[in-house]
């Protein structure tokens, strides 16, 4: 998206928090997956909150202080290689069109710096984000340094930019969010879709393939992260990938998928049976599972903490595996000894932005942070029983995982998420369908 002002502003407001200095801010490098063939390609996220430029080769440069400046150095124009690969902006276009004081070609770019860094107090970059590019930049302010004779100075202080930059999209804006309802409601489908063609003998895989079909049919053209598409004793291998075994009849099949829309992830778990019905020892622990969900969306709101939606959801938990036998003793004793973390051993879950597990920090001196509206984070409770001589065999096997996005609100929080379904009923009626 190009409405270059919403950037324009949000380049005016790092710059004014840097006070006096220059950034540097890269994006990401292109990868080759084998001889001539790339990975597709995926802009660095800051770079793209402070530009929305797509194309890579591309650098942004701000000069903060009394005549705050942004300056973009990107690829140039060039026929030939854009009968090969396509359209590129060139500098006039990019500057035009993205709203920068100036452009350059990348090739420019070392040569510019040391100009550019001659007398700013502080430089600052994502610091330590890319080793060569720190060295780079050593290597461009020691020339800056080679020039002291001539009365210039190098920046004396080295800061990482990425402190005040992941505070900023730590809180999304009215735009953000409208991207975020996007991403989630296509995501929402291709569980939707998921749902209805799954059954026993499917591979899943083939389950994969309609997520995938979903997204790019509506336009987002990739995952947020590699889908898990997980039946039976796979639910409870966490990162399960593999996505290439026979769904039975019986087992429960546990997906993890979300697609990316204009840069901005959904991050959405269902869990639900192969053949359309939950057995009563599956429905007991989907029940305690969606229950302390329940539980955790309604401790997101603000003036709450961080950790008091994880907080609530273990409290369900914990007491949903000593109703079901999986654990014995009090509830107190069962938080006290964390003897839950076999069963539920992550966490309730993350911030979601951009990036699937987005930028910004958990705790503020050392304390979990409150939570603000505008904050978007995923509420994702689960139960994972491995066979075992000490639990009850119906249990054996079932891994259940049920995860929204929700962005927090004045009140409470609006979960992004809620179309795809949820109860027990929602799940089994569109199955049968
Ligand atoms: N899909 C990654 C996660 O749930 O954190
Ligand atoms: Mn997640
Ligand atoms: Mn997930």
């Known amino acids: ?254 997906i993890d998928a979300g697609c990316e829309v204009d840069g901005y992830a959904a991050d959405i778990t269902r869990t639900f049976p192969v053949n359309g019905r939950f057995s009563p020892a599956q429905r007991d622990v989907y029940e305690v599972v969606l229950a302390a969900q329940s539980a955790a969306i309604a401790a997101t709101r603000p003036g709450n903490t961080w950790d008091a939606p994880h907080a609530a959801a273990v409290r369900v938990l914990a007491q949903g595996m000593l109703d079901l036998k999986l654990l014995s003793g009090s509830l107190d004793g069962v938080l006290e000894s964390e003897s839950y973390k076999r069963f539920y051993m992550h966490r309730t879950g993350h911030w979601l932005g951009m990036d699937v597990h987005d930028v910004g920090d958990y705790k503020v001196d050392n304390h979990w942070r409150h939570l603000h509206p505008g904050m978007t984070l995923t509420i994702e409770p689960g139960c994972y029983i491995r066979p075992a001589a000490d639990i009850p065999e119906a249990l054996w096997n079932i891994g259940i995982r049920i995860e929204d996005d929700v962005a927090v609100t004045e009140t409470g929080c609006e979960v992004l998420t809620a179309d795809a379904p949820k109860t027990v009923a929602e799940i089994e009626i569109l199955m049968q369908r």
Request: charged share 25%; with cysteine; glycine share 6%.
């Open 1 to 254: 998206m190009t409405d270059s002002a919403l950037y324009q502003r949000r380049r005016a407001q790092l710059m004014q928090q840097m006070g006096r200095g220059i950034a540097v801010i890269p994006t990401a490098e292109e990868v080759e997956r084998n001889g001539d063939t790339h990975y597709a390609y995926r802009h660095d996220s800051s770079f793209y909150y402070l530009t929305g430029f797509t194309e890579p080769e591309a650098v942004l440069v701000l000069i903060a202080g009394d005549a705050p400046q942004s300056l973009l150095f990107c690829r140039e124009k060039n026929l030939e290689r854009e009968i090969w690969d396509g359209f590129r902006h060139g500098p006039d276009a990019a500057r035009e069109q993205f709203g920068f004081d100036a452009a350059h070609p990348i090739a420019q770019l070392d040569e510019k710096l040391v100009e550019l860094m001659s007398n700013q107090p502080t430089l600052y970059c994502p610091l330590g984000a890319d080793t060569n590019w720190d060295a780079r930049l050593l290597k461009l302010r020691g020339a800056v340094q080679a020039k002291v004779r001539s009365g210039v100075r190098a920046p004396d202080e080295l800061r990482d930019v990425r402190g005040v930059l992941h505070e900023m999209r730590l809180i999304k804006d009215d735009h953000e969010l409208a991207v975020m309802r996007r991403a989630a409601a296509i995501s929402c489908a291709a569980h939707r879709r998921a749902m209805q063609f799954a059954r026993p003998g499917q591979f899943e895989y083939a389950v994969e393939a309609e997520l995938l079909h979903e997204f790019v049919r509506q336009g987002a053209r990739h995952q947020a992260y590699p889908a898990i598409v997980a039946g039976g004793a796979n639910a409870c291998v966490l990162h399960y990938v593999s996505n290439d075994q026979k769904l039975r009849d019986g087992d429960l099949l546990l």
